[in-house]
């Protein structure tokens, strides 16, 4: 495990280290890394500084009333409170967007909106997930957030679907990605999983008996070197073709419209939503089908 020191004072060591194992695609990680922990040390100063004057007021407050000095008493109240609300600042933040910070206040936020009186606290995280891979790396912080903060404010109300959904909104709204829920769904329920989104207020969520080893498989992920991370206008232009394809028809999703209607009517689609959008439509159908064909293929284990 890297020595976050060893990063502030010397990344040019680690970036060095990083080529001697021809990982050249990972030195931008570095920097990234280390801008986080000068926003977090940044944070963390600007709270404790706020914390000491918030501290310090409040003891002059009751001077004041002692000496009769009501005005410059209530003076000091306002301050206190507008202390506290820069503390407890959990509004969607432009700057942050596409950030991790914006996915810690996301999840917070979401959970004080519940209406629970979240907090600060100290959190240290290690992971083997890459960020911006392509392994939902922040569906897996939205829901360790979520997850940490249901526990820790919350009194552990919130089920494994709850979470996921507070982790999408984070996404959404905070962080700036039109994400879906399947991700977070995955992340937070854990294991294999099979998810139904005809409702998605209300997913169907069904346990899979994926026994990789004992049918003779196995899961390998592979560094391409690919960055999935500047890709967030990328991933919205998904489903807004796609919603495009479906709005030709009345529907608002593409489950709503039949394979065969969009078939009979190409020549029209594509002249309204455009090549791209009729091909990630007919990847829906095509992949929609893989899925049942092997969840009927194997019957018993559910496998899809």
Same mark, same amino acid.
């Given at each position: 495990?890297?020595?976050?020191?060893?990063?502030?004072?010397?990344?040019? &060591?680690?970036?060095?280290?990083?080529?001697?194992?021809?990982?050249?695609?990972?030195?931008?990680?570095?920097?990234?890394?280390?801008?986080?922990?000068?926003?977090?040390?940044?944070?963390?100063?600007?709270?404790?500084?706020?914390?000491?004057?918030?501290?310090?007021?409040?003891?002059?407050?009751?001077?004041?009333?002692?000496?009769?000095?009501?005005?410059?008493?209530?003076?000091?109240?306002?301050?206190?409170?507008?202390?506290?609300?820069?503390?407890?600042?959990?509004?969607?933040?432009?700057?942050?967007?596409?950030?991790?910070?914006?996915?810690?206040?996301?999840?917070?936020?979401?959970?004080?909106?519940?209406?629970?009186?979240?907090?600060?606290?100290?959190?240290?995280?290690?992971?083997?997930?890459?960020?911006?891979?392509?392994?939902?790396?922040?569906?897996?912080?939205? &829901?360790?957030?979520?997850?940490?903060?249901?526990?820790?404010? !919350?009194?552990?109300?919130?089920?494994?679907?709850?979470?996921?959904?507070?982790?999408?909104?984070?996404?959404?709204?905070?962080?700036?990605?039109?994400?879906?829920?399947?991700?977070?769904?995955?992340?937070?329920?854990?294991?294999?999983?099979?998810?139904?989104?005809?409702?998605?207020?209300?997913?169907? &969520?069904?346990?899979?008996?994926?026994?990789?080893?004992?049918?003779?498989?196995?899961? !390998?992920?592979?560094? !391409?070197?690919?960055?999935?991370?500047?890709?967030?206008?990328?991933?919205?232009?998904?489903?807004?073709?796609?919603?495009?394809?479906?709005?030709?028809?009345?529907?608002?999703?593409?489950?709503?419209?039949?394979?065969?209607?969009?078939?009979?009517?190409?020549?029209?689609?594509?002249?309204?939503?455009?090549?791209?959008?009729?091909?990630?439509?007919?990847?829906?159908?095509?992949?929609?089908?893989?899925?049942?064909?092997?969840?009927?293929?194997?019957?018993?284990?559910?496998?899809?």
């Amino acid at each position: 495990m890297l020595d976050i020191n060893l990063l502030r004072t010397n990344p040019e &060591v680690v970036k060095e280290n990083i080529k001697k194992k021809f990982q050249n695609q990972k030195l931008e990680l570095v920097d990234k890394v280390v801008e986080l922990d000068r926003q977090f040390r940044k944070a963390k100063t600007d709270g404790d500084s706020l914390r000491g004057q918030r501290n310090a007021i409040s003891k002059q407050i009751g001077g004041f009333m002692k000496q009769g000095l009501k005005d410059k008493a209530e003076e000091a109240k306002k301050e206190v409170a507008n202390i506290a609300k820069q503390l407890a600042d959990l509004e969607v933040k432009e700057e942050e967007k596409e950030t991790t910070a914006s996915l810690i206040r996301g999840v917070l936020a979401k959970l004080h909106k519940a209406g629970y009186p979240v907090a600060g606290f100290d959190m240290y995280v290690t992971s083997t997930v890459l960020p911006g891979s392509g392994l939902s790396s922040s569906a897996a912080c939205e &829901v360790l957030i979520g997850t940490t903060g249901n526990h820790l404010f !919350c009194q552990d109300k919130f089920d494994a679907v709850e979470i996921a959904k507070i982790g999408q909104a984070a996404e959404n709204e905070y962080f700036g990605k039109p994400c879906g829920l399947m991700d977070q769904t995955a992340s937070s329920v854990g294991d294999a999983v099979a998810i139904d989104f005809k409702d998605p207020a209300n997913p169907i &969520v069904r346990s899979i008996n994926a026994d990789l080893t004992g049918l003779g498989l196995a899961l !390998c992920i592979i560094d !391409c070197g690919a960055d999935h991370a500047a890709l967030t206008n990328e991933y919205a232009s998904i489903p807004e073709e796609m919603s495009k394809v479906a709005a030709h028809f009345g529907k608002k999703v593409l489950r709503e419209v039949q394979e065969e209607d969009l078939l009979a009517d190409l020549a029209q689609v594509r002249k309204e939503a455009g090549d791209r959008a009729v091909l990630r439509a007919l990847h829906f159908y095509a992949d929609d089908r893989r899925a049942r064909a092997a969840r009927a293929f194997h019957p018993r284990r559910g496998l899809l």
